[in-house]
């Protein structure tokens, strides 16, 4: 059984600061890895795709991967009480998609 | 718009009573799936589908059924829902799941009494 670990939470951050979120794989069948946010209640959207080595910036958000290690990161540059929410980074494979629990964030203003 | 619809949005019933939960795709994906999300587990898988006609089971399939004879359509069938089948439910698609991110429905909140 595939398993993702993240950071355990619930975290919290002050406004401003930078929240750092992450994702460890228990198999190396992942080739793509994605980060997704969802409210509370709400469905998960996507906030980013990263698949290759190294980093990737979209506006206040930058992930981060390692394949060797299986290993990706989020971090959240100038936190927002709006980023408030939960941080799912799923394992997936040609057929399944496999998410962890997630990890809770807060923003406290 | 591209979008997955579910429908209903909210739904109670009684236990025996068969309900279905609709799920389409306006996107033309091959990949459609069904989650359930409960308080302190996540999202679990239920069943998916490669495309029409090819589905499979998840992780918690028991009580459920799915058919994808259209590849736009994929509902969750309940023949006799019980109460630890209340829960929130989620239907989402994608080109690929290796390769592709999920498109999430808004979701089907159920309670089953």
């Known amino acids: 059984q595939k398993e993702v670990e993240q950071n355990s939470g619930p975290l919290s951050v002050p406004e401003g600061a930078i929240a750092s979120l992450n994702c460890t794989y228990s198999?190396?069948?992942?080739?793509?890895f994605f980060w997704y946010r969802q409210y509370s209640g709400k469905s998960p959207e996507l906030i980013m795709s990263?698949?290759?080595?190294g980093d990737k910036e979209d506006g206040r958000f930058t992930a981060q991967l390692n394949k060797a290690s299986q290993y990706v990161s989020l971090l959240i540059r100038d936190s927002q009480p709006s980023d408030s929410a939960t941080y799912l980074c799923?394992?997936?494979?040609?057929?399944?998609?496999?998410f962890g629990p997630g990890t809770s964030l807060s923003v406290i203003p | 718009e591209a979008q997955v619809t579910q429908n209903p949005r909210y739904l109670i019933t009684v236990t025996g009573k068969k309900l279905t939960v609709t799920c389409s795709q306006n996107?033309?994906?091959?990949?459609m799936s069904w989650y359930r999300q409960d308080p302190g587990l996540g999202l679990r898988q239920i069943y998916y589908?490669?495309?029409?006609?090819?589905?499979d089971k998840g992780d918690v399939p028991e009580g459920y059924k799915v058919s994808r004879k259209e590849k736009r359509n994929f509902p969750l069938i309940l023949e006799s829902p019980s109460p630890n089948q209340t829960s929130l439910y989620f239907c989402?698609?994608?080109?690929?799941?290796?390769?592709?991110?999920?498109?999430f429905g808004n979701g089907t909140r159920l309670t089953v009494t």
């Open positions: 198999d190396r069948v992942s080739q793509s």
């Open positions: 990263i698949y290759s080595n």
């Open positions: 996107m033309n994906h091959e990949y």
């Open positions: 989402a698609s994608s080109t690929g799941t290796g390769i592709s991110p999920l498109h």
């Open positions: 589908s490669m495309n029409v006609e090819v589905t």
């Open positions: 799923p394992e997936t494979s040609y057929d399944k998609v496999i």
